[in-house]
DNA sequence: TGATGAACATACTACCGGGTATGTTGTCAA
DNA sequence: TTGACAACATACCCGGTAGTATGTTCATCA
């Protein structure tokens, strides 16, 4: 379970253009952030940047490819656990960290996901986008797996499974919205903001009333 | 009780507009979206929009001002009811309705929070602006009222306000960008919607189980 | 009927930003 | 020592877009 860029990015100049690139893309959304925003706040210039990478797509296309192994990295020791409601509450907790430690990386994701659903992309990047977007789907569908263990076993009660789906990832994934660190701020407190979102999410799919979070 | 954009728009050409625009801002987002999109996708050209327009930002803010006042509208005839869960449960479902029926205009809204949020606008929108915000905020603060309510009678159950609160409304928004239209939908098959998305926003404030919905 | 203005269309300008072509500097190996 | 290459910086090109300036058409009214 490696959490960090570093460990996820070969070399070093590339991890810094790819962190700055995140953030400005968290802050500015694709289009409105130019390559000269991710240089500047970088003390560098576009030549730093196309000496590492080919265009402005394959960065975006890369911040997402990380931001996407973070995630299955952090979820991977939990995926064998038995019992839907105990692996869904690991999971999700474990995801609802990530939102918060990564947040640049994960509303890149985001904006990645809202590209595509839009047609937003040249025939070439085209296929890296799938292949992304079909990574970042079966994520989704290790949580969805769950939720119909979780079902057949009585834990959860809702109607329809989609919508429960989006509904518990809307909530999951809100973080990426509305988390701003504070000064001072403590692992403990990190991991209190996370339970309080697990719980809403697991209220929301109808879980019987509350034991204990990891 | 007035939900359409025409009875919020004084001019047929200004709405038809507004109409094309907010397709437009929900499907490529503000910086994506060019005035010649919005007028190509009208039939028409530029001349036509700077007539009635001065702006792009300003047909942004008239987006955004028309999406409030339709929100504003829907959930008017229920904020004064005494019992704060069935206010709660009846602004929740009006204001789940209007983001699945005026979902261009509430997308726009979006966009334009999270554009304020990240302060991209120049000095004079910028009080234009400001006003909408504060305009949505008080949207916001009637729902979190009937939170604090609701707390206190003891039917609903949750720590910390703020957090409840902005997990309530991005399941409650959500639909506006998972919801597609379906071919032969019915307004019941909205409703129906509109129920699945209160009833788990209700669930996740810790509401007791469930009576019916509106 | 002709003058006037609303409601557009057309043609043009200025600028910004992705991408490229070409320097410049430091390092390391032969 | 040099030459070769990595790791950048600088200078430039060019397509797209917001905004403007200037037609054009049609209805209305004196």
């Given at each position: 379970?490696t959490l960090?860029v570093?460990e996820h990015v070969?070399?070093?100049?590339?991890?810094?253009?790819?962190?700055?690139?995140?953030?400005c893309f968290?802050e500015?959304?694709?289009t409105e952030?130019?390559?000269d925003?991710?240089?500047?706040s970088?003390?560098a210039?576009?030549?730093?940047i196309y000496?590492?990478f080919?265009?402005?797509?394959?960065i975006?296309?890369?911040?997402?490819?990380?931001?996407m192994?973070?995630?299955y990295?952090?979820?991977e020791?939990?995926?064998a656990?038995?019992?839907?409601v105990?692996?869904?509450?690991h999971?999700?907790f474990?995801?609802?960290?990530?939102?918060?430690?990564?947040?640049p990386f994960?509303?890149?994701?985001?904006?990645?996901?809202?590209?595509?659903?839009?047609?937003a992309?040249?025939?070439?990047?085209?296929?890296?986008?799938a292949?992304?977007?079909e990574?970042?789907?079966?994520?989704?569908n290790?949580?969805r797996?769950t939720l119909v263990?979780?079902?057949?076993?009585?834990?959860?009660?809702?109607?329809?499974?989609s919508?429960?789906?989006q509904l518990?990832?809307?909530?999951?994934?809100s973080?990426?919205?509305?988390?701003?660190?504070?000064v001072g701020?403590?692992?403990?407190d990190?991991?209190d903001?996370?339970?309080?979102v697990?719980?809403?999410?697991?209220?929301?799919?109808?879980?019987?009333?509350?034991?204990?979070?990891?």
């Open positions: 379970m960090g570093r070969q070399e070093s100049s590339r991890a810094d253009i790819l962190e700055a690139a995140a953030n968290m500015r959304g694709y952030t130019s390559i925003d991710v240089a500047r970088l003390g210039t576009k030549g730093r000496h590492h080919r265009s402005k797509a394959d975006f296309a890369e911040v997402f490819r990380v931001g192994e973070m995630n990295a952090a979820i020791r939990y995926r656990m038995s019992d839907p105990a692996r869904w509450r999971m999700a474990a995801h609802a960290i990530q939102m918060i430690t990564t947040k994960q509303r890149t994701v985001w904006v990645g996901v809202k590209m595509h659903l839009r047609g992309t040249t025939p070439e990047q085209r296929s890296v986008f292949e992304l977007i990574y970042r789907t079966n994520y989704g290790v949580f797996e263990e979780g079902r057949e076993s009585g834990d959860f009660r809702f109607d329809d499974l919508i429960a789906n518990m990832f809307v909530v999951l994934n973080p990426i919205f509305w988390y701003s660190p504070r701020e403590t692992r403990a990190i991991e903001l996370a339970r309080k697990v719980t809403a999410a697991y209220r929301g799919l109808g879980g019987k009333e509350e034991q204990s979070t990891p």
